[in-house]
C-alpha cells in the first residue's frame, strides 16, 4: 500500500562535540499514515514529535533509516510542492504584512499572479485577519501569527498537511476553527499530519494515533479503540422525570450496577463561542483577529487545479452570513435525542465491544472516562460549520467514515 | 527562475525594511553633499574635484562594500536563527535556488545603490565648476587634467641581467662582495646590483641627453588634443634651490637622429622643476608620427651640476587622452560592482555555515585583508629575510588567494584621470568575479545544501 507518510527505522542521535551520542532523540520510528487520513503525533515535550517532522521534510537529516512522503523524497519540489506545513511556531518575515506575506510563498510554489492573489484574499478571509492585511506581521500578536501561518501552509492546496501544534496561541474559536478545517479538509480526501500534546485537540480530530516517548512510539491505533472503556456506558437522553429516573435506577440495580444520574454541563468552548459571536454581532470593535467560520473554499474542491478558479470566483461568502444562524443553537444541553432507544444501537450496547489495540504499554485511557458511545444523531454529516461550531457532533463510534468517527467529547452523563 | 526571484525582492524588502539598507543610504546621502562643500584639497579647482571624487568614491564603496557584507549574512542567518528558513526551503524551491536568489537580492541592491551614489558623484563632479569662480586657465586644467581619461605609456624596463651577472662574477672573482655588500645573501646582491644597473639606464648625467621611445601612441583626436609628458626628478646633489633645469624634445626624434625629414612638429621645452615633485609638460598630440612613435628626450645641461635620475616606478610617462570622463567613471563604478559581487558571495560563504557576528567577522577580516594586501605584502616582504619559507607557504598564499581590492580601486585612476583599461576591467571581472567570487559561491552552495538547518531541540 501507497502510504502519505512512511518513516522506516528513523532515527536521530544528537551526539556531543566528540561525536559521541547524547541523545535518542527519535529512536527506531515506523509509521505509516495512510492517504486520507487524520493521524496524531502525541506525546510530551521533547518526546521526538517535531524532530520526527523535520527529518520527514529534510531539515534534519536523520542519522539512521529514511522516511518517504507522498511516496517520494520529502526535499525534492515535486513532492513539497504538495505539502503544507505549520512549524511549530509560526516563523514569519516580521517585516512583510500578512497579504506579502501569502504572495511570497505563493511566489515560492510558483503560483501565478491571478491564482496568487485569489487565494491569498480567501485564505485571509478564511483566518480572519483581512482587516489587518497590511499590517507588518512583526506586530501581530501569537494567534494572529499562527492564523496567518495557517494560511501559509495551505496557499498551495495541499494533498499532505503537516501540522505542528496549530492551536498554540490561538483562542478557542480560532481552536475551534482550524479543528473544524481539519476535519473538512480530511473529508476533501486530503491527509494531515497533527502533532501536538493537547490531547483533546487530537481526540477531536484524529483518526488514528501514536504516542511517542522518548523517540519511540508507545502506543498506536484507532482514537476510538484506545479510548473505548468497554466497562461503561453512558446513556444520554431529554430531560427525565424523577420517577422514571428512579424506575432506570431500579432497573440497574437488579442488573447489580450502579449509576449517576445528574443534568450534562455545557461546555466551556461550546459557551466561550456563543459569547463571543453574540458580540460580534453587536458590532464590538476589536484590534485582533476577527473569527469567521467559513474555510477557504478553494481547499474543500474536491477537485484539482482547474476547477479551482471558478470556485475561487464563486465563493467569497459575506461576513455577516455566519453571524446569523448562531442564535438557533442555543447554549442549551443537547437535546437532539432520540426518546425511544434505537434498536441497532441497544442490540450493539449489549454486545461486547472490542478490544483496543495496543502496542507495548498500556494506552493512555482517559481517566474521566467521558467518552463512551452516545446515541447517533440523525443529520449530522452535512451541516453547516456553524452547527459544528456549537458542538453538536458526538461520536457514535460506530461507522468507519473518516468523517464520523472523529471522537468528540459527548458531554458529561 | 521565479522562485528565486520572489526570493530576491524578498531579500531586498528585507535589506530595506529592516533599515539595515537604510542606515547606510541616509549616512551616503548625508555625507556626500558635505564632502562637495568641505573638499578643498590643494586650493586648486582640479585639486577640489580630485579630493571630492576621491574621497566620495572611496566612501560609497567602503559604505557599500559593508552594506552587501551585512546583507548578505543578515539575510541568511537570519532566516536560519529566526526559522523562516523551515517555512522557506520546505516549499518547492531547492537549497541552492534560495542561496542564488538572495545573492540576486544583494547584487541588485548593489546596483541600484552603486548607480544612484555614483551618479550623484558624478553629477557633483561635473557641475562644482559651474558654481565655482573659475578663471579659463583653472577651466583648461581640469579638462586636460580631470575631466578625461588618460591612457598612460611607460617606458619599458631595460633588461640588465648580462650586465648584473658580469659584474657579480669580477666581484666575486677580486674577492669583493664582502666588502661592497656586507652581510647580503647572493639573492640580495643580484637585486641591488639590477636596480642599480636599472637606475643608470634612467639617468642623464651633466651635459647629456636620454631618450626614451615609444609606439602605439594613439590618441583620440591628435589634432584637438593635449599630451602630457609627467615626470619626477631624483638627484644625486641636491641643488640648493632644490630647482633642476631641463632641456626637454618631445615628437618624432628620428628626423634628428637620421636627418631624414619628418612632417610632425618636435616641440622644445626648457623649464625648471623643483626635485622629488610630479609635474607635467603639455604638448599638442599632433607630435604624434602617423605610426605612433614618439620620443622623449631630455637633456641635462652642465649649469644643473648634478647627475638626474628619473625614479624607476613613476620617474617618467606619457600620457594622453584616451576616453571621456564618464565612460573612465562608469568603469571605475564597475571595478566597485566587481568588489562587491565577490563580497556578496563572501558573504553567502561565511553565513552558510557560521552564525551572523562569526560570518561578518570572517568577511570583515577578509576584506581588510583584501583591502590593504598590497601593504601587507610589502611589510611582509621586509620580514622575508627571517621568516622567509614559513611565510611564503602561509601567508602570502593566503593573500594572494584573496582578491587584492586595492590593486582595483577606481580612485587610483579616477583622481589622476587615468584611463581604465578594458583589460583591467577585463583581468578584475575574470580574476574576482568569475574565479574567486564563483568558486566562493559554489563553496556556500555545496555547504548550505548538506546543512542541517533546523536546531538540536530534545
Known sequence: MDYAIETVALTKVFSDWWGRAKVYAVDDLNLQIRPNE????????????????????????????????????????????????????????????????????????????????????????????????????????????RRIGLAQALINDPDLLILDEPTTGLDPIGTRQIKDLIIKLAERGKTVLLCSHLLADVEDVCDRIAILYGGKVRAHGRVKDLLQRTNKRQILTD??????????????????????????????????????????????????????????????????????????????????????????????????????????????????????????????????????????????????????????????????????????????? | MRRMWAVATNTIRQALRMKVAAIFIVLLLVLLPVLVCTASGDGTLKGRLQTFVSYGLSLTSLLLSLLTIIVSVYSITSDIEHRQIYTVVTKPIRRYELIVGKFLGVIVLDVALLTLFAGIIYGCAVLVPRFVRTSPEDRTQIDNEFYTARASLVPPQVDVSEEVKALYRKLEAEDQLEAAFPRSTPVEIRKQLTRRFQLEKRAADVGRVRIWEFRNVRPSDPNQQSLFVRFKYDVSVTPADEQVYGDWRIGDLRGLQNGTPVDTPV?????????????????????????????????????????????????????????????????????????????????????????????????????????????????FGYMSKNVGIVYRYTIEAVIHLLPQFDQSNPTQFLVPARLISWTLIGRVALGMVCLKGAVVLILALVIFSFRELAKVVV
Not at chain 1, 107 to 117: A, H, M, P, V
Open chain 1, 38 to 145: 487524520v493521524f496524531g503525533l502525541l506525546g510530551p515535550n521533547g518526546s521526538g514529535k517535531t524532530t520526527t517532522i523535520k527529518m520527514l521534510l529534510g531539515l534534519l537529516h536523520p542519522t539512521k533509516g529514511h522516511s518517504l512522503i507522498l511516496g517520494g523524497d520529502g526535499t525534492h519540489p515535486k513532492i513539497s510542492a504538495r505539502v503544507g506545513f505549520l512549524p511549530e511556531e509560526s516563523y514569519l518575515y516580521r517585516f512583510l504584512n500578512a497579504r506579502e506575506t501569502l504572495d511570497f510563498y505563493g511566489r515560492l510554489f510558483g503560483l501565478d499572479s491571478k491564482t496568487r492573489e485569489m487565494r491569498t484574499e480567501a485564505l485571509l478571509e478564511m483566518v480572519g485577519l483581512k482587516a489587518v492585511a497590511s499590517r507588518p506581521v512583526g506586530t501581530y500578536s501569537k494567534g494572529m501569527a
Open chain 1, 239 to 413: 430531560s427525565l422525570s424523577d420517577a422514571t429516573a428512579e424506575r432506570i435506577r431500579e432497573l440497574l440495580r437488579q442488573e447489580h450496577a450502579e449509576c449517576e444520574i445528574s443534568s450534562p454541563m455545557e461546555r466551556l468552548e461550546t459557551f466561550f463561542i456563543n459569547t463571543v459571536t453574540e458580540a460580534q454581532q453587536h458590532a464590538t470593535p476589536t484590534s485582533g483577529a476577527v473569527s469567521t467560520t467559513q474555510i477557504g473554499e478553494f481547499l474543500t474542491v474536491g477537485a484539482r487545479q482547474g476547477d479551482i478558479l471558478d470556485e475561487l470566483v464563486a465563493a467569497p461568502v459575506s461576513e455577516t452570513a455566519q453571524t446569523g444562524p448562531v442564535q438557533t443553537d442555543k447554549p442549551a444541553p443537547r437535546e437532539a435525542v432520540t426518546p425511544e432507544p434505537d434498536k441497532d444501537l441497544l442490540s450493539k450496547l449489549t454486545q461486547p465491544a472490542s478490544s483496543p489495540t495496543v502496542e507495548a504499554v498500556t494506552p493512555d485511557r482517559k481517566p474521566s472516562g467521558d467518552v463512551p458511545e452516545t446515541p447517533l444523531q440523525p443529520e449530522r454529516v452535512k451541516k453547516s460549520v456553524l452547527d459544528e461550531l456549537t458542538g453538536r457532533r458526538q461520536s457514535d463510534g460506530s461507522t468507519v467514515q473518516p468523517s464520523e468517527d472523529r471522537a468528540e467529547d459527548g458531554g458529561h452523563a
Open chain 2, 267 to 379: 616641440w622644445r621645452v626648457s623649464r625648471r622643476d623643483p626635485v622629488r615633485k610630479f609635474r607635467e609638460i603639455e604638448v599638442p598630440a599632433s607630435v604624434v608620427a602617423k605610426d605612433g612613435y614618439l620620443a622623449v628626450g631630455f637633456m641635462n645641461p652642465t649649469w644643473n651640476e648634478t647627475v638626474v635620475l628619473f625614479p624607476v616606478e613613476d620617474g617618467l610617462e606619457v600620457l594622453y587622452k584616451a576616453d571621456s570622463f564618464l565612460a573612465n567613471f562608469v568603469r571605475g563604478a564597475l571595478l566597485i560592482l566587481f568588489r562587491l559581487v565577490f563580497l556578496a558571495c563572501l558573504g553567502m560563504m561565511a553565513a552558510s555555515f557560521l552564525s551572523f557576528p562569526g560570518a561578518i567577522l570572517f568577511c570583515l577580516a577578509v576584506f581588510v585583508t583584501g583591502a590593504t594586501s598590497s601593504g601587507i605584502l610589502e611589510s
